[in-house]
């Protein structure tokens, strides 16, 4: 239908983000509770543990829940104040309408009959494949598993995916690839065992907090650091050596300290020889990549790049580490490979203190990606094309195996099919496209072009603006599950208060609408346990294997470590023992990676790269911590870092307005002047919406097997911005928001 305009303006005063600070009661209630609910916070995939205080159905505060081992009681800002999400004025208590004037309250039977009518309408004119369904990574594994079948089933479209999709769905490719299961080899208790750590992509300190806690026990112990980053972030400051990467050019550098451990014969040859093939084709392929060619690549120094291959080299046991800062490129699959190349060449793997981990974005960025939300993937990580995971998941939902729907679109690809009209329909969940996604214009486009747009969430996130039908969903506190932890540890979410008003949990919102659809046969559930136990069921015998879990084992061991085939069998913590990989022949796979530049470089117009990340006080598009006052006031908005060379070139100073322009659309941001990022390159934060919005600038190259977005490297050009007008208003306000005085 046709959308009419509403004032962005009225929305934001109705629905927010505004700041919440303190929590029900005010500061003195919360130090009275009545009970303790153990859980895990929802951010991040190391899903700390912590109590939650409740009071009169309310979560009033935290205690920290020292017995739980990943972070025994520690807590980072975000961790500390996530309570502050509940009671939120900005939470949605019941379903939405949309009208001309905005948004009118309705009651369920209108809203998801509303719903159903127009799922109906679309696909009896359209198709099964218009109407599309984007999921989340924070969402626990029962309610991924059920959005993949209610896609599937209910629907009957192939067009599913989840935000998984911007983050680690490379290294869950390539960890198949390489090692035939996609699951960090180590749990995190590894790290302070090992004698060099190796970490790429991933700024640890502001991104995963706790995880830095097992990082400095290592250096206690005499660990080597090595950090490669085109910033020197937190825990590249402690470094003992420090890769200043051009972005774009992590295969390249990874290719070449290969080069040097190869020429000094500094590789593991009987592991090789035993428990890996394909090595000889990536010794061809880094022959000609010498320190000195690397070095004219990346922008780091020879001298550094043999010196790495020496830490790596003289280490007994290591751990490579990375996150999404060699993922989101367009050839993510081939930086992780890189990776994985120069950990089997020197057999670091499969021992305590040994081997190779993803560290996982989002709250359950690890089980988010296994159980069926993606669109080329059915549950227990099976292949959704592979003739017998295809009958074995259709036998178990009592479906014929030709009524399953094949590989569907990726995330981006459905907004670009949204634009091209073949899509009519979307359903969305925790997801927030269009503060996420590259090249925002399009993904706006896209969202005011829909027929029917339905969106369950628990704020009305700057997408949810743009829909027809918002039901009102439930926060993780507010149900009962499980999330997988990105060291493949499965731990239980308990329900610490029911949903308020009107909301409802997530899981009943979607059976109920599968029931209208007239699928309720195959939705029977009652509880989110009874979906944990299909969904057990569902993965036995599967390359992700959780038939031996139940929510008591769960609760009685702090969690357990999947593959878990049997009541009996107690989870592994550690993959790849004695050099025994998950392949049929037991052997690891190598991979010739040959560098290809980013699919935007710089060039005389657009001199400069793009870099986005993460802040330490925000997550993901921010839907849930721009509502927390006391996060917002550690990090108020997004700035441009930029090096003093490149400063004093535009002659700008920090708290100078800078324009930033890219191909696709430009913003004016406030400058951070800091020596610890590389003089080529800038760097946005990407939590805000709107005229803040770095994804403004992104493309939307993707990686041709993953389908990723490139969102590490564009090129762009910068100018001061000068006091004057508009500009001037804007930078008053940047100065009020940051607390700069102007000068002069």
């Given at each position: 239908?046709?959308?009419?305009?509403?004032?962005?303006?009225?929305l934001i005063?109705?629905?927010?983000?505004?700041?919440?600070?303190?929590p029900?009661?005010g500061?003195q209630?919360?130090?009275?509770?009545?009970?303790?609910?153990k859980?895990?916070?929802?951010?991040?995939?190391?899903?700390?543990?912590i109590?939650?205080?409740?009071?009169?159905?309310?979560?009033?505060?935290?205690e920290?829940w020292e017995?739980?081992?990943?972070?025994q009681?520690?807590?980072?800002?975000?961790?500390?104040?996530r309570?502050?999400q509940?009671?939120h004025?900005?939470?949605?208590?019941?379903?939405?309408?949309?009208?001309?004037?905005?948004?009118?309250?309705?009651?369920w039977?209108?809203?998801?009959?509303r719903?159903?009518?127009?799922?109906?309408?679309i696909?009896?004119?359209?198709?099964?494949?218009?109407?599309?369904?984007l999921s989340?990574?924070?969402?626990?594994?029962?309610?991924?598993?059920?959005?993949g079948k209610?896609?599937?089933?209910?629907?009957?479209?192939?067009?599913?995916?989840?935000?998984g999709?911007l983050?680690?769905v490379a290294?869950?490719m390539?960890n198949?690839m390489?090692?035939g299961i996609?699951?960090a080899?180590?749990p995190?208790?590894?790290?302070?065992?090992?004698?060099?750590?190796f970490v790429?992509?991933?700024?640890?300190?502001?991104?995963?907090?706790?995880?830095?806690?097992?990082?400095?026990r290592?250096?206690d112990?005499?660990?080597?650091?090595?950090?490669?980053?085109?910033?020197m972030?937190?825990?590249?400051?402690?470094a003992?050596?420090?890769?200043?990467?051009?972005?774009?050019?992590?295969?390249?550098?990874?290719?070449?300290?290969?080069?040097?451990?190869?020429?000094?014969?500094?590789?593991?040859h009987d592991f090789?020889?035993?428990?890996?093939?394909?090595?000889?084709?990536v010794?061809a392929?880094?022959?000609?990549?010498?320190?000195?060619?690397?070095?004219?690549?990346?922008g780091?120094?020879?001298?550094?790049?043999?010196r790495?291959?020496?830490?790596?080299?003289?280490?007994?046991?290591?751990?490579?580490?990375?996150?999404?800062g060699?993922?989101?490129?367009?050839?993510g699959?081939?930086?992780?490979?890189s990776?994985?190349?120069?950990?089997l060449?020197?057999g670091?793997?499969?021992?305590p203190?040994?081997?190779?981990g993803?560290?996982t974005?989002?709250?359950?960025?690890?089980?988010?990606?296994e159980h069926g939300?993606r669109?080329?993937q059915?549950?227990?990580?099976?292949?959704?094309e592979?003739?017998h995971?295809?009958?074995?998941?259709?036998?178990?939902?009592?479906?014929?195996?030709?009524?399953?729907?094949?590989?569907?679109?990726?995330?981006v690809e459905?907004?670009?099919a949204?634009?091209?009209?073949t899509?009519?329909?979307?359903?969305?969940?925790?997801?927030?496209?269009?503060?996420?996604?590259?090249d925002?214009?399009?993904?706006?486009?896209?969202?005011?072009?829909?027929?029917?747009?339905?969106?369950?969430?628990v704020?009305?996130?700057?997408?949810?603006?743009?829909a027809d039908v918002?039901?009102?969903?439930?926060?993780?506190e507010?149900?009962e599950?499980?999330?997988?932890?990105g060291?493949?540890?499965?731990?239980?979410?308990?329900?610490?208060?029911?949903?308020?008003?009107?909301?409802?949990?997530?899981w009943?919102?979607?059976i109920d609408?599968?029931?209208r659809?007239g699928?309720?046969e195959f939705f029977p559930?009652?509880?989110?346990?009874?979906?944990?136990r299909?969904?057990?069921?569902?993965?036995?015998?599967?390359?992700?294997?959780y038939?031996?879990?139940?929510?008591?084992?769960?609760e009685?061991n702090?969690?357990?470590?999947?593959?878990?085939?049997?009541?009996?069998?107690?989870?592994?913590?550690?993959l790849?023992?004695?050099?025994?990989f998950a392949?049929?022949?037991?052997k690891?796979?190598?991979?010739?990676?040959?560098y290809?530049?980013?699919?935007?470089?710089?060039?005389?117009?657009?001199?400069v790269i793009?870099?986005?990340?993460?802040?330490v006080?925000?997550?993901?598009?921010?839907?849930?911590t721009?509502?927390?006052?006391?996060?917002?006031?550690?990090?108020?908005?997004?700035q441009?870092e930029?090096?003093?060379q490149?400063?004093?070139?535009?002659?700008?100073k920090?708290?100078?307005?800078?324009?930033?322009?890219?191909?696709?659309?430009?913003l004016?941001?406030?400058?951070?002047?800091?020596?610890?990022?590389?003089p080529?390159?800038?760097?946005?934060?990407?939590?805000?919406?709107?005229?803040q919005?770095?994804?403004?600038l992104?493309?939307?190259?993707?990686?041709?097997?993953?389908?990723?977005?490139?969102?590490?490297?564009?090129?762009?050009r910068?100018s001061?911005v000068?006091?004057?007008?508009?500009d001037?208003?804007?930078?008053?306000q940047?100065?009020?928001?940051?607390?700069?005085?102007?000068?002069?």
């Amino acid at each position: 239908m046709a959308r009419l305009p509403v004032s962005e303006a009225q929305l934001i005063a109705q629905y927010g983000p505004h700041l919440h600070y303190e929590p029900p009661g005010g500061w003195q209630a919360s130090s009275t509770a009545e009970r303790l609910v153990k859980t895990h916070c929802c951010f991040c995939g190391v899903q700390c543990g912590i109590q939650l205080k409740v009071r009169n159905e309310q979560v009033i505060g935290f205690e920290p829940w020292e017995e739980f081992p990943v972070n025994q009681g520690k807590l980072c800002p975000k961790g500390v104040k996530r309570y502050l999400q509940n009671n939120h004025p900005d939470r949605l208590l019941s379903p939405l309408i949309r009208t001309d004037a905005g948004f009118r309250q309705a009651s369920w039977d209108e809203a998801v009959t509303r719903v159903v009518d127009s799922i109906r309408r679309i696909q009896s004119t359209s198709g099964k494949d218009a109407f599309a369904v984007l999921s989340g990574a924070s969402l626990t594994n029962e309610k991924a598993y059920l959005m993949g079948k209610f896609a599937r089933v209910a629907l009957g479209t192939a067009n599913i995916d989840y935000n998984g999709r911007l983050c680690m769905v490379a290294a869950g490719m390539v960890n198949k690839m390489a090692f035939g299961i996609d699951r960090a080899a180590n749990p995190w208790s590894d790290i302070p065992l090992a004698d060099c750590i190796f970490v790429t992509g991933s700024n640890i300190g502001e991104c995963f907090p706790i995880l830095t806690d097992y990082v400095w026990r290592a250096r206690d112990n005499g660990a080597r650091l090595i950090v490669v980053d085109p910033r020197m972030t937190p825990v590249a400051r402690t470094a003992d050596l420090f890769l200043p990467v051009r972005p774009g050019r992590d295969s390249a550098l990874m290719n070449g300290i290969l080069h040097v451990l190869i020429a000094r014969d500094w590789i593991d040859h009987d592991f090789i020889a035993a428990h890996t093939v394909g090595f000889a084709a990536v010794q061809a392929a880094v022959t000609d990549c010498t320190p000195q060619h690397t070095a004219e690549i990346t922008g780091v120094p020879a001298a550094s790049i043999i010196r790495a291959a020496e830490l790596w080299a003289e280490a007994q046991n290591s751990m490579l580490l990375h996150a999404r800062g060699i993922e989101h490129h367009s050839k993510g699959v081939e930086n992780v490979l890189s990776c994985i190349n120069l950990v089997l060449a020197t057999g670091r793997i499969g021992r305590p203190g040994c081997g190779y981990g993803t560290i996982t974005g989002q709250g359950n960025g690890q089980g988010g990606r296994e159980h069926g939300q993606r669109c080329n993937q059915l549950p227990g990580g099976r292949d959704i094309e592979n003739p017998h995971h295809r009958q074995e998941i259709a036998a178990l939902w009592n479906l014929d195996e030709a009524e399953l729907p094949h590989t569907g679109l990726s995330a981006v690809e459905i907004i670009d099919a949204i634009n091209a009209g073949t899509i009519k329909g979307l359903l969305s969940i925790s997801f927030n496209p269009l503060v996420s996604l590259p090249d925002a214009a399009r993904t706006r486009a896209a969202l005011e072009k829909l027929e029917f747009y339905v969106a369950i969430d628990v704020f009305l996130s700057e997408t949810a603006r743009h829909a027809d039908v918002v039901l009102a969903g439930s926060l993780q506190e507010e149900d009962e599950g499980t999330v997988t932890t990105g060291e493949g540890r499965v731990v239980r979410i308990r329900q610490a208060v029911r949903p308020p008003a009107k909301a409802r949990t997530d899981w009943q919102i979607v059976i109920d609408v599968a029931q209208r659809l007239g699928k309720g046969e195959f939705f029977p559930y009652a509880e989110p346990e009874e979906l944990f136990r299909e969904l057990c069921r569902a993965s036995a015998g599967a390359p992700v294997d959780y038939a031996g879990l139940t929510y008591q084992r769960l609760e009685q061991n702090h969690g357990i470590f999947w593959p878990c085939p049997s009541p009996q069998h107690p989870g592994t913590l550690r993959l790849f023992t004695g050099g025994s990989f998950a392949h049929a022949d037991g052997k690891a796979r190598f991979h010739p990676i040959s560098y290809r530049p980013p699919a935007e470089d710089v060039d005389a117009e657009y001199p400069v790269i793009l870099t986005s990340g993460r802040v330490v006080s925000q997550y993901l598009s921010g839907t849930q911590t721009r509502r927390i006052g006391p996060l917002v006031d550690q990090y108020p908005g997004p700035q441009v870092e930029i090096h003093p060379q490149l400063a004093a070139k535009l002659a700008v100073k920090t708290g100078d307005l800078v324009r930033v322009e890219s191909r696709r659309d430009a913003l004016t941001l406030p400058a951070l002047v800091v020596r610890t990022i590389r003089p080529d390159t800038i760097f946005i934060p990407y939590h805000w919406p709107g005229e803040q919005s770095a994804n403004r600038l992104t493309i939307r190259a993707l990686d041709p097997l993953a389908k990723i977005p490139e969102f590490k490297v564009c090129a762009v050009r910068l100018s001061k911005v000068t006091d004057c007008g508009l500009d001037g208003q804007r930078k008053s306000q940047a100065e009020a928001d940051w607390g700069w005085e102007k000068q002069g």
